[in-house]
């Protein structure tokens, strides 16, 4: 038993040296890291300069919303002053949904690198009430507008029903979905065969006479259609169901 003792006695100090010398080195070693850390350029400074970016070149929409992804914390660049630091769009993408932000170190030592990002909006959006079935002339009653969050870009939506409002549906549209430009096509108000006024406008002068419409049109697109008096075929635009003005 009293060999035990000594034993554990001598064992003591032991333990208490090497833990002393553990702690003194992790305390010499600290300000080293700091100081290496200090030669590198601060990821977070980056990401503050990119979601800086994205907001003035959206007109710091309040409903936006920029979530980054995360970088690989190994990667090492030499610090940049804040005002050499240039943020910029690379190529031609979309501003929603998933993008890519370049930032370029302009210094002798220069550097570029790309920071990902998932941009979202609130917008008040036109959707359909309800099913909308293909060839249906679209009325009010078939739209509402909600306030929804959208990451595409590359879909042209409708904020007003009155630009969707007299356009045919190409397509069947399920209830409470976005109403899309590409969904869409313009009524046609006139037919080939039909009866039409042409209207010219000449010197100040307004002439109108009849004709025959030679092919189907909507309002705004051309049409070929014959003069019934001399018999001559034309383009004109259509303006209003049976009538139609010829550029003289």
Known sequence: MISLKKKNKSIIPAIFFRRFILVFI???????????????????????????????????????RIEFARWDHRLKLSKCDKNKITAFYPGKQQRLGNVSIGLRCNKQHSWTIYLRAHITMQQNIVLSKRFISRGTVINKDDLVIENIKISNANIQFFHLKKN???????????????????????????????????IAKTSGIIIRTKGKALSDGAKGQIVKVKNSRSKRELQATVIAPNMVKVNM
């Not at 590198?40 to 980056?46: A, D, I, P, T, Y």
């Not at 009524?187 to 006024?197: C, D, F, L, P, S």
């Open 26 to 64: 992790c305390s010499i070693s600290i300000p080293t890291n700091i100081a290496a850390k200090d030669g590198f350029q601060s990821m977070l400074e980056l990401r503050e300069k990119a979601f800086n970016f994205i907001k003035s070149q959206a007109k710091n929409n309040p409903t936006m």
């Open 164 to 198: 969707i409002i007299g356009k045919v549906a190409k397509r069947s549209i399920a209830s409470g979905k976005v109403i899309s430009a590409t969904a869409l096509k313009l009524a046609t108000i006139i037919k080939r065969g039909q009866q039409v006024v042409i």
